[in-house]
Structures are given as structure tokens and as C-alpha cells.
């Protein structure tokens, strides 16, 4: 994939020792020039990291210009010393690059409740800042620095031509476990060289999440430090898009933020395959969120697609116990777009073949039919491996 990285940012990373292999990468710093529009999305966890109190309390805003990010220390649970330490991080990169102490914003992921190493924070954000660029290289390797237990680094970009202008659209996201969003652990920072005001920022980044990385979930862990940044520098020229070039804009930053949080899933710990689920016919879009996040999160659903056992049982009864009325008498399911249960009433289907339709593909994808309401999602999780349970249980041994 070629990255248009927008213009207004510059990128670096840098190893400095916070990870177990001192040769990768865990310290990224991104920064605007001179300014960007910056909106977050953050975790509702009650017990939420240092680095999501700071960022919450400083967007929206129209005056961030660095973003520091490090990753196998997710500075949770670390008490006051934790919230020092953030605004000590921030200090650093805003001093980094010439910034007021409030212009930075500070992410962290890994380990819960270890204090960072600030020395190597310092020194990281040091080395990050002298080799600052805004090429595709230095793109990349940002995104590798916030990778934890990630096989690679995930990232997603668009262009598009709005009013003469050429505007460009890049993120960047980490996440692999603990992923059970409601803002999970995972960090996403998308970056435009749009111009947009504070406002447009921040409604097109909530609408753009509630479809995405709010649809996604490994083992329903939900994080305490989620972070989904958009940053707009507004480095393509013009005033603020609005009408129909906002409406185009936040299609495709729709687009991203999806293509984005579907590899979270797609790289779940020890996964061997990706379920989309598709909920459609229910009352309302709430209705059918609960029911595809209920579908998602249970053990016994993961495991069949794991086996490859189009146990569809598991299935229409994780439906019925979301919490949402409908009319059992109506339901049907396919998988793989194979018809397993029609009204509320099993169909006869080829269960060899469908069960090799499932081991053969990456991706198994579930439809469940609730009746002719309006009320319809499209969410991602992973199935659930030996693998899985075997990664967590010697997590931190």
C-alpha cells in the first residue's frame, strides 16, 4: 500500500528500551506544522490511564502540534506519579518541537500498572525529534512504534479531490487484545491535511467511531487506555470544508477509520479467522448493536467458527439473551451465505460444506435476519483459539 501522507506532519520513532526486544521500535512522536484541529474519542472505562485524562481535558482543540506515543507501558493504574509522568511526557515532545506545555498530546499502551521509564522516555522523544519527517517511511515507522503484541503495523489511507483541492486521509492503529471498545487496548491517530473547524472535527470523528472501532471487540475486554486522535492541518489550502465537501469527507473518513478497526480483530491474539457479523431487520441501529455485540462476545460462537462448526444453536440463542425484544418467530441466519435457519424454523444445509467454507476463508461472515425494521450494524470480532488462552496466561510471566 502507498501512504499519501498528508501534508502539515512530520513522523519519527524510536527504540529506547521500554519493550522487552530493544531493537523495535516504542516511542512515536507526530507533529503539526504549524497547528492542527484535534478531536478524540477516549475509553468510558472508569479506571482509565493518565494519558486519556490529559488528552480528554485538552480537545477539542485548534492549537495541538505534537502527539508522543509509547508503547509497552500503558501507564494505568499508576496513580499520581502515572499522571506526572504524562504531563512530563507531554512537556518533552511539546519542548520537542517548539510547542506551548498544553499544544501535546501523550498516548500510552502495554503493561498496566508499571511506572515509566522516564529516562528512556527522554531520551526517546530526543532521538524521535532529530529525525522528524513527513515521507512515507517516517509514516511507517510511527506506526510500528505504538504496535505492542500486533503482528504488524495497521494503516489505512485515502485521497480524494474536493473543490480543487486534493485532500488526503492516513491513519494509523494499534490493537491486537483487550479489545472490547465502547469509547478498547487500542490507539488510533488519523490525520488530514483538510481544513475543518473544532466542531466539525470532533462530530465527524464520533460519527466516523461509532461505526468502526465502536463495532469491534477480540474478547470484550474493554481497555483503559482507548485513544482514537483526528488531527487536520489543513495544509491542502482553503477555509473549512462545509456542505457537500464535509458530507464527501466524512464518507471517506468513515472509509479509513473502518478499514482501520477491522484489522484490529483481523489480528486478534492467536486468531485464525475474522467474523463479520451482520445484524439487519431490528427496531433500531441500538437494538442491532447489542445483539451483533452480544453474537461477538460469546466464547461458544469464537470457538465454533475456531473449529470451523456451523453450530448456528450458539448463534440465535446468544441473540436471544441481549437484552433486546424481537420476535423469535422471525429470525433467520445464514453463514457464508448459506441459509442454516429460516423464521425461526432450522433449514437443511450441507453442513461438510459449509463447515469447509469456514476453514478454507480468513473471514466467516454471519447474517442474522430479525424482521423488517430499519435497525441494522456490521460488526467485527475474532474467534477464539487455544493460542489466545495461551498468550494471555503468560501475558506478564
Avoid at 505504538?146 to 485515502?158: E, F, G, L, N
Avoid at 470532533?202 to 475486554?221: K, M, N, P, Q, R
Avoid at 452480544?294 to 475456531?306: F, H, I, N, Y
Wanted: hydrophobic share 45%; with cysteine.
Amino acid at each position: 500500500m502507498i501512504i499519501n501522507v498528508p501534508l502539515g506532519f512530520r513522523f519519527a520513532a524510536a527504540a529506547c528500551g521500554i519493550k522487552a526486544d530493544p531493537t523495535r521500535e516504542d516511542l512515536t512522536l507526530i507533529v503539526a506544522d504549524p497547528l492542527a484541529v484535534t478531536a478524540g474519542v477516549y475509553t468510558t472505562n472508569l479506571v482509565c490511564a493518565a494519558p486519556v485524562t490529559i488528552d480528554r481535558q485538552r480537545t477539542p482543540s485548534d492549537r495541538i502540534r505534537a502527539v508522543v506515543v509509547n508503547s509497552g507501558n500503558a501507564n494505568a493504574c499508576t496513580g499520581q506519579r502515572g499522571m506526572q509522568d504524562a504531563h512530563t511526557m507531554a512537556q518533552l515532545a511539546a519542548t520537542a518541537c517548539g510547542a506551548g506545555p498544553d499544544q501535546a498530546l501523550v498516548m500510552s499502551t502495554g503493561i498496566i500498572g508499571v511506572f515509566l521509564p522516564m529516562d528512556k522516555i527522554a531520551a526517546g522523544i530526543r532521538a524521535a525529534a532529530d529525525r522528524l519527517d513527513g515521507d512515507e517511511a517516517s509514516f511507517l515507522a510511527a506506526a510500528r512504534g505504538i504496535t505492542t503484541t500486533d503482528r504488524s503495523h495497521k494503516v489505512a489511507a485515502r485521497t480524494l479531490e474536493l473543490g480543487g483541492r486534493t485532500i488526503r486521509i492516513a491513519g494509523m492503529c494499534k490493537g491486537a487484545g483487550m479489545i472490547g471498545p465502547r469509547m478498547a487496548t487500542m490507539l488510533a491517530v488519523i490525520m488530514t491535511d483538510a481544513a475543518l473547524s473544532v466542531s466539525d472535527a470532533h462530530d465527524s470523528l464520533v460519527a466516523a467511531v461509532d461505526d468502526s472501532f465502536h463495532c469491534i471487540s477480540v474478547e470484550g475486554h474493554m481497555s483503559t487506555n482507548d485513544t482514537v486522535l483526528l488531527m487536520a492541518s489543513g495544509a491542502a489550502g482553503g477555509g473549512p470544508l462545509t456542505g457537500v465537501d464535509l458530507d464527501a469527507f466524512r464518507v471517506v473518513l468513515r472509509d479509513v477509520c473502518i478499514e482501520l478497526a477491522r484489522q484490529i480483530p483481523d489480528d486478534g491474539e492467536g486468531a485464525t479467522h475474522l467474523i463479520a457479523i451482520d445484524v439487519q431487520g431490528a427496531a433500531t441501529r441500538d437494538d442491532a448493536f447489542r445483539i451483533a455485540k452480544t453474537v461477538a462476545e460469546s466464547a461458544l460462537v469464537k470457538t465454533a467458527v475456531a473449529g470451523g462448526d456451523p453450530n448456528w444453536g450458539r448463534i440465535v440463542s446468544a441473540a436471544g439473551y441481549a437484552g433486546v425484544p424481537f420476535d423469535p418467530s422471525r429470525l433467520s441466519l445464514q453463514v457464508n451465505g448459506t441459509l442454516l435457519y429460516q423464521d425461526g424454523t432450522p433449514v437443511a444445509f450441507d453442513a461438510a460444506a459449509v463447515s469447509r467454507s469456514m476453514r478454507s476463508q480468513r473471514e466467516t461472515h454471519v447474517l442474522l435476519t430479525l424482521g423488517t425494521g430499519d435497525g441494522a450494524v456490521r460488526f467485527w470480532t475474532s474467534d477464539l483459539t487455544v493460542d489466545y488462552v495461551k498468550f494471555n496466561a503468560d501475558y506478564r510471566t
